[in-house]
């Protein structure tokens, strides 16, 4: 079996991460916010890289993403192993470095806050009820338990007449 090359989509210390098979990847790239971006063929979209610190990724860096993978792909070719692509960052710079599988060294991203379970206390009041909108075979009512909206017959358009 041919070496593949994969994306290390990043992780955080000790926690998730996604490797993504290059064959995979349909297009790259960075938005205005520099992050790049990887689509995947089968219609999933990743973000191999943001600014996880201070330091803002270069504008180029998914043009960089792309000689990487290059660069990764006639390695592992040569070695007959697989590779693996990563986001880093030193002090002063970013850079994607290329690994073997067994030699990827631990996420360098924080892990963010952990977020509250109880919701804020200022969180505003639920909109009111619509109202009554023309439809196909009478006027749209929101279903007050949830759920699919209620269709009423045009004679009886207000939302108190809506019987179960």
């Known amino acids: 079996m041919p070496a593949t090359v994969w994306i290390l989509i990043p992780s955080y210390r000790d926690g998730p991460y996604v490797l993504l098979?290059?064959?995979?990847v349909?297009?790259?790239g960075q938005d205005d916010s520099r992050r790049v971006i990887v689509h995947d063929t089968r219609g999933d979209t990743y973000f191999a890289a943001w600014g996880t610190t201070d330091l803002p990724l270069p504008a180029d860096f998914g043009l960089q993403l792309?000689?990487?993978l290059d660069a990764?792909?006639?390695t592992a070719e040569d070695a007959n192993s697989d590779r693996v692509v990563a986001a880093r960052h030193s002090e002063d710079s970013w850079s994607w470095e290329t690994y073997a599988p067994?030699?990827?060294p631990p996420a360098q991203a924080e892990p963010p806050p952990p977020s509250s379970s109880t919701p804020p206390t200022n969180w505003p009041p639920p909109p009111?009820?619509?109202a009554p909108l023309d439809g196909p075979n009478g006027s749209?009512?929101?279903?007050?338990k949830g759920g699919m909206p209620l269709w009423v017959p045009k004679d009886q358009a207000e939302p108190d007449a809506v019987t179960e």
């Open 21 to 24: 098979r290059t064959g995979w």
């Open 26 to 28: 349909a297009r790259i």
């Open 66 to 68: 792309l000689q990487a």
């Open 72 to 74: 990764a792909r006639r």
């Open 102 to 104: 067994d030699e990827i």
């Open 128 to 130: 009111p009820l619509q």
């Open 140 to 144: 749209f009512v929101p279903n007050p």
